[in-house]
Nanobody
Framework: QLQLVESGGGLVQPGGSLRLSCAAS????????IGWFRQAPGKEREGVSC????????NSADSVKGRFTISRDNAENTVYLSMDSLKPEDTAVYYC??????????????????????WGQGTLVTVSS
């Protein structure tokens, strides 16, 4: 059974940092591009960042460029989202999702949520003083 589990969320002060993890079980992430998404209260879900199955390509929303970094460790079957210089507007439930590219050598990923078939349950990030 394909399962994604996010962890690493919590309460952090503005300007602080967190690292979220997305661990896969029941399947290998090698052929999958991974996206991170977030949903704030009363708002629609938005794409934050993504990484291709090769790890050689990433995309990020303008709102997080220069502050968030996505990376993957296929040996650990885990994808990470490192978040620096956090702002109150980054407060949201963060989800990771996987899209099967059929190859570990793809250089494509998207932050469009319709491309993803497997989703985690989310982890809450709260940025507040």
């Amino acid at each position: 059974q394909l399962q994604l589990v996010e962890s690493g969320g919590g309460l952090v002060q503005p300007g602080g940092s967190l690292r979220l993890s997305c661990a896969a079980s029941g399947f290998s992430l090698d052929n999958y591009s991974i996206g991170w998404f977030r949903q704030a209260p009363g708002k629609e879900r938005e794409g934050v960042s993504c990484i291709s199955s090769s790890g050689g390509a990433t995309n990020s929303a303008d709102s997080v460029k220069g502050r968030f970094t996505i990376s993957r460790d296929n040996a650990e079957n885990t994808v990470y989202l490192s978040m620096d210089s956090l702002k109150p507007e980054d407060t949201a439930v963060y989800y990771c999702a996987a899209a099967n590219m059929g190859t570990p050598r793809s250089y494509f990923c998207t932050t469009e949520d319709g491309a993803y078939g497997a989703w985690g349950q989310g982890t809450l990030v709260t940025v507040s003083s």
